[in-house]
């Protein structure tokens, strides 16, 4: 049955609405559409509508509802899946995990599949952990090549930065921010003469798309998306990471999410079709 696996970010739990897959679009109505939501096993109702241009990617937002946010609360804590059926037109049906058909004891027999593996916050921030673990060990060794044994005390004053009110902070090395701050800052000292010029551009893209995964409340514009994840494969590619190609293929199925367009009229009719 048509349906998909829903993270409750904190926008989401908060405000009580959220997005729809692009692909699931259809099964659901246009633009400006009435939807009911069926609230798990309580059967409870709820009125609302769908918004296709909320999103720059053109995802359907189910509008939001404060019985919709309290069923969230009171059901779920914040990071939790909850399965949405959209199998029925006009119709979401949000699927209460004790129920003893929901589609989570379906998992492990390749039942159902994870349908949030395919958003594009996911798709970010697999890439995210791509390039940490493909950097950390490329900033470690040139830091080495340039400090020799005083490297590990150079890469830990790089990787740290001054907190308003609170002095020196401690940025650990091997996360994303840690490690394109000391790119950045020990650029001359230490990479100016291994990369490319347009290798600096790169790092700042990638520290941009770090901060977008990291703060993300809802979804991450396409376009913004589809650079950070372009930006970090180039940078993998430039410093000979084998992580690059793991992130070509996530770029590429970025690239084949956008060959679905909603296409919009004026009266609120939305077609979708592929290019």
């Known amino acids: ?22 692909d699931m679009g259809p099964h659901l109505g246009h633009h400006g559409e009435p939807v009911i ?5 309580s ?23 404060a019985k919709l946010r309290d069923w969230f609360q ?38 159902c599949k994870d349908s949030e593996e395919d958003t594009v916050n996911m798709l970010v921030h697999k890439c995210v952990e791509l390039v940490r673990d493909g950097l950390r060990p490329y900033v ?33 090395a091997c996360d994303v921010q840690g490690l394109t701050g000391a790119m950045k800052g020990r650029w001359n000292e230490v990479f100016r003469h291994r990369l490319d010029a347009r290798v600096h551009r790169l790092v700042s893209d990638v520290w941009d798309i ?26 993998l590619a430039a410093i000979q990471a084998p992580q690059a190609k793991r992130v070509d293929q996530v770029r590429d199925k970025l690239l084949a999410s ?3 367009e909603r296409t919009c009229f004026f009266g609120g009719k939305c077609a979708w079709r592929p290019f």
Not at 76 to 98: A, E, F, Q, R
């Open 1 to 22: 049955m048509p349906g998909f696996w829903l993270t409750l970010r904190k926008a989401y739990y908060d405000k009580g609405f959220f997005n729809v897959p692009v």
């Open 37 to 41: 939501l069926v609230l798990g096993a």
């Open 43 to 65: 059967s409870e109702t709820v009125e609302t509508h769908l918004n296709c241009t909320a999103n720059s990617t053109h995802a359907p937002r189910v509008m939001p509802k």
């Open 74 to 111: 009171s059901n779920y804590d914040l990071k939790d899946l909850v399965y949405v059926d959209v199998s029925t037109p006009g119709t979401i049906v949000m699927s209460d995990p004790s129920q003893p058909n929901h589609p989570d004891k379906q998992k492990s027999m390749g039942g």
């Open 140 to 172: 470690e060794r040139q830091f080495a090549e340039t400090y020799g044994s005083q490297w590990q005390q150079e890469l830990d004053l790089a990787t740290r930065r001054k907190v308003s009110g609170q002095g020196q902070q401690e940025r650990a």
């Open 210 to 235: 770090r901060c977008a995964d990291a703060h993300a409340e809802d979804q991450i514009p396409w376009g913004d998306a589809y650079r950070g994840v372009d930006s970090i494969y180039r940078l």
């Open 258 to 260: 956008s060959l679905l």
